[in-house]
C-alpha cells in the first residue's frame, strides 16, 4: 500500500535551515506529482511546495518563495524539501502528500518548530 514517511523536521532559530524528506512507497514513485504541506496550529493545512513527476516543474507559495526548494530523486523514491532563511512563522506540521488513482495520501507529518 502507498506509503509517505516524512523525517528531518526539528526545532531550528530563526535564519537557520533544514531539509526535510519524505521516502515513498507502494507505488509507481517516478509516476507522481508529489507536494509539500503544512498546518501550523490553529490554521488550515496549506499547501508550500509542488514538483512535478520529471522534476522539471516546481512551485511554490508565494510565503516560501526563494527560501524553500522543492526536489525529488526518482532513483529513491524520496522527495525533499530544502528550507533556508526559516522564520517564526514557518513553524508548522510539514506532510508530504501525493494523490493516486483519485485517492489523496498524507504521510504522518514532522515537525519544524523556528524559534530562538
Known amino acids: 500500500q502507498v506509503q509517505l514517511v516524512e523525517s528531518g523536521g526539528g526545532l531550528v532559530q530563526p535564519g537557520g535551515s533544514l531539509r526535510l524528506s519524505c521516502a515513498a512507497s507502494?507505488?509507481?514513485?517516478?509516476?507522481?506529482?508529489m507536494k509539500w504541506y503544512r498546518q501550523a496550529p490553529g490554521k488550515e493545512r496549506e499547501l508550500v511546495a509542488t514538483i512535478a513527476v520529471s522534476g522539471g516543474s516546481t512551485t511554490y507559495a508565494d510565503s516560501v518563495k526563494g527560501r524553500f526548494t522543492i526536489s525529488r530523486d526518482n532513483t529513491k523514491n524520496t522527495v525533499y524539501l530544502q528550507m533556508i532563511s526559516l522564520k517564526p512563522e514557518d513553524t508548522a506540521v510539514y506532510y508530504c502528500?501525493?494523490?493516486?488513482?483519485?485517492?489523496?495520501?498524507w504521510g504522518q507529518g514532522t515537525q519544524v518548530t523556528v524559534s530562538s
Open positions: 507502494g507505488f509507481t514513485f517516478s509516476s507522481y506529482i
Open positions: 502528500h501525493t494523490r493516486v488513482k483519485l485517492t489523496n495520501f
